[in-house]
């Protein structure tokens, strides 16, 4: 990975970006760009839209979306506890004892999540799954007016923004998913060489997936591509409690996963699977039987439909503060698509025939 590139991986992995609240991680996407894209654009639902070679009448979006799970402020009690509601989907589990910041209009402040101490749970409730309401956020307030005067409700809070170098070029971070997926989609548009590029090349670092693929939703509508491909994490089966005749197997290092399902277009997988074939980039195959939680949902519909694909990143942990991917996965994936863009020209079609399977 270049240094430049994992440079911008490792400051969008340690910037803010939770649902509803992408714009500190889109600022620093529209800077990382402005060196290859044609245009930028940022929309209302604050989706950066970055675009090569646009006036070519073939459209081709990748989307891959930049906000992260994380936390919003509810409630403030007597004593200056804070009582939050998520934003995304959490197992509660994974956010006892974390270190979090609260993303205020005056700076962070810092924080951690308490629970009653385990000497003091009786036996029934060491039984039973916390819920929400049964964890706070603890600043070191000693009133609800001191908690007021540094926080205020609706403000977003995400656990300790960390990037961690593991073997074998593995990483671990809070928010690999999706960040991962949307530097792959910046990257792919960035390593597309020109002398090839014949069709209109967008990548869209998307918001708010985690609350519904509502940026996807916007963002397909605004460039109406002939082909959208998302690209987003997946589950990995190489890790204890992992059924893979459950999920598939999926392997951290062993290449992105190029789906199959309902959701996507039979012409884009064969694409994707024959270039990656041709130049020698690892890649497995990802079995879906309805359309994943992911943008491709969204962009598949859109207008008048649209031929999708998704590419994903394998990922330990997901939807916890310590997501695990592969860097050389990544890479994988970044040039895959790249390939695929340049494969691309006015001339392209896949509508679906009797001769694709």
Same mark, same amino acid.
């Given at each position: 990975m270049e240094p430049k590139a994992k440079e911008f991986l490792k400051k969008v992995l340690t910037t803010p970006s939770p649902t509803g609240f992408e714009q500190p991680v889109q600022d620093i996407v529209r800077e990382y760009v402005k060196d290859f894209a044609d245009m930028v654009a940022t929309d209302v639902m604050g989706n950066v839209i970055v675009g090569r070679n646009v006036e070519a009448p073939f459209r081709v979006m990748l989307t891959g979306h930049c906000d992260q799970i994380g936390l919003t402020v509810l409630h403030v009690d007597a004593d200056g506890f804070l009582y939050v509601t998520t934003l995304g989907?959490?197992?509660?589990?994974?956010l006892i004892g974390q270190h979090v910041t609260i993303w205020t209009k005056n700076g962070p402040v810092p924080g951690v999540i308490g629970r009653k101490p385990i000497h003091l749970l009786d036996p029934e409730e060491r039984k039973v799954?916390?819920?929400?309401?049964?964890?706070? !956020?603890?600043?070191?307030?000693?009133?609800?007016?001191?908690?007021?005067?540094?926080?205020?409700?609706?403000?977003?809070?995400?656990?300790q923004m960390t990037y961690s170098e593991l073997a074998n070029q593995y990483i671990a971070s809070s928010a690999t998913d999706d960040k991962s997926g949307m530097w792959v989609v910046m990257e792919a548009l960035r390593?597309?060489?020109?002398?090839? &590029?014949?069709?209109?090349a967008y990548a869209v670092s998307t918001t708010q997936e985690e609350v519904g693929l509502r940026g996807a939703t916007t963002a397909a509508h605004h460039v109406n591509p002939h082909v959208g491909i998302a690209v987003d994490v997946t589950f990995a089966s190489d890790c204890p409690t992992i059924d893979a005749k459950k999920i598939g197997e999926v392997k951290l290092g062993a290449g992105p996963t190029i789906a199959r399902g309902p959701n996507f277009n039979p012409g884009v997988v064969e694409q994707l699977v024959t270039l990656a074939e041709e130049n020698n980039l690892p890649y497995q195959l990802d079995a879906t039987g309805t359309p994943p939680g992911t943008?491709?949902?969204?962009?598949? *519909?859109?207008?008048?439909? !649209?031929?999708?694909?998704?590419?994903?990143?394998?990922?330990?942990? *997901?939807?916890s503060p310590v997501e695990v991917v592969s860097l050389e996965d990544m890479d994988a994936a970044a040039d895959l &698509?790249?390939?695929?863009?340049?494969?691309?020209?006015?001339?392209?079609?896949f509508t679906p025939n009797s001769s694709q399977h």
């Open positions: 989907g959490w197992d509660i589990q994974n799954v916390p819920k929400i309401s049964d964890i706070w !956020v603890d600043i070191g307030a000693k009133s609800k007016e001191e908690a007021l005067k540094l926080v205020r409700i609706g403000d977003a809070i995400t656990v390593r597309v060489d020109g002398s090839k &590029l014949k069709c209109a943008d491709a949902r969204a962009i598949q *519909m859109s207008q008048d439909g !649209v031929a999708t694909g998704l590419v994903s990143i394998p990922n330990r942990y *997901m939807h &698509l790249a390939r695929f863009i340049e494969s691309l020209d006015e001339n392209s079609c």
